[in-house]
């Protein structure tokens, strides 16, 4: 099968969760013998020479890369305020010179599926159509419009809350007119296909999580010094959902543990984090690593993952690589959605700060059940996400779609 992949961001390194999503899509595709072609945009946040891949990842499959200026600009700010219907988020994702180069590749390739990584790739269509029979697949790492109502819920009243209760009525309206134009839908989870069914997408969907594999998480237990009465929280700190909820981590949160566990750390790293988050996690016990080299030996110095997310949609990969590394997980409802985990089993799910806050003390003071709960989570990764399982069951799906497309 030939598949063409269009990505608006570099998925390597994968240090983000849409990036991990990607790549892990990508590996797949490629364990299972895809005659497969990525094109992505090269952007300030996520720019990478493809001549810098690693060895692994250039055996069939064929890189592309094109520079797109991403970065917010006050002046086309104001000018997609005034003269666009699109969302501001998703018009900076237009380029030319992507355009011009997903031409030149399909006039010069057949493709039998062309997938596209997310909403803001929408806008290829057209030239896609133009260009190709593929058959065109969206696959939606979330429901885009859920994260933007999500914020503006959570926010105080303000010219910003304003503007982005103006960015979630064009998103939804994007979203909701993408879903005639494309000709299959793949879903992260079970919940963001009965959203996008309940939104109006008559295309046939596919329901595939982000897969991982155990062999990159896998490690002799014997050699890990994992430091007591800890916890820590990873992920890209330029995306706000995770801004908000490490934020109302530590102001609600965090004293609630100090009180009863007043020797535990928090520890906490991502990228780009802005200057006034750095600020206002200043905390007693909190450390701020910033941008950190190696996610997973990062990860593995501390004993319990908080994921504190008040918005946001789809499925939180960071939680999938905690529970692969057997770590014990305290997170909120909007966090652990799409993950089918089960309560006090698998990880521990709060719905206020109150809950919160007791099931991390819960967990630093009983050290057996923060390995039963990392076992039980390790299991259901192992039965349920894993990754070249999962991408097999996606292409049987695309084969019957080629074969009734045909008929």
């Not at 600009?73 to 104001?78: A, L, N, T």
């Not at 430091?227 to 330029?238: M, Q, R, S, V």
């Amino acid at each position: 099968m030939k598949i063409l992949l269009l990505t608006n961001k570099m998925p390597y390194p994968a240090n983000d969760g849409g990036a991990i999503a990607t790549l892990s899509m990508i590996r797949g595709f490629q364990q299972l013998g895809v005659e497969l072609t990525v094109l992505a945009m090269n952007t300030p946040k996520h720019n990478f020479n493809l001549e810098n891949l690693p060895e692994e990842l250039k055996g069939n499959i064929e890189w592309h890369a094109c520079y797109v200026d991403t970065r917010l600009k006050p002046q086309g700010v104001i000018i997609n305020l005034l003269f666009s219907n699109l969302p501001y988020n998703a018009k900076r994702f237009i380029s030319k010179t992507f355009n011009t180069k997903l031409k030149e590749i399909l006039l010069s390739k057949q493709f039998d599926i062309i997938q596209l990584e997310g909403l803001y790739l929408y806008p290829y269509i057209t030239t896609i159509r133009k260009y190709s029979n593929a058959l065109i697949s969206m696959r939606a790492h979330n429901v885009e419009q859920e994260i933007w109502k999500r914020k503006v819920q959570n926010q105080s009243p303000s010219i910003q809350r304003v503007y982005n209760r103006l960015l979630s009525v064009r998103m939804q309206k994007m979203e909701k007119r993408s879903l005639k134009h494309f000709d299959l839908l793949i879903t992260i989870t079970e919940r963001d296909a009965h959203i996008f069914d309940f939104l109006g997408n008559k295309a046939p969907h596919f329901v595939v999580p982000v897969g991982s594999d155990l062999k990159e998480y896998l490690t002799d237990d014997a050699n890990v010094k994992v430091k007591p009465k800890t916890i820590y929280f990873i992920g890209a700190l330029d995306w706000m959902p995770n801004q908000e909820g490490v934020i109302w981590f530590v102001s609600k949160v965090w004293n609630k543990i100090l009180a009863q566990c007043p020797d535990t750390e928090f520890h906490i790293a991502g990228r780009n984090a802005p200057k006034d988050f750095i600020h206002r996690i200043n905390r007693k016990n909190v450390f701020f690593h910033g941008q950190v080299d190696n996610a997973q030996e990062f990860s593995r110095n501390y004993q319990i993952m908080v994921s504190p997310l008040l918005t946001g949609s789809g499925m939180r990969v960071k939680i999938v690589e905690a529970m692969a590394m057997k770590k014990p997980i305290v997170a909120t409802k909007v966090a652990a959605e799409g993950i089918p985990a089960i309560n006090s089993k698998h990880m521990f799910i709060a719905y206020n700060e109150n809950e919160f806050a007791n099931y991390v003390i819960q967990l630093l003071n009983n050290p057996n059940q923060c390995i039963e709960m990392g076992e039980n989570a390790f299991h259901m990764v192992e039965n349920q996400f894993n990754n070249p399982v999962l991408v097999s069951k996606l292409l049987e799906f695309y084969e019957n779609m080629l074969k009734n497309n045909k008929s």
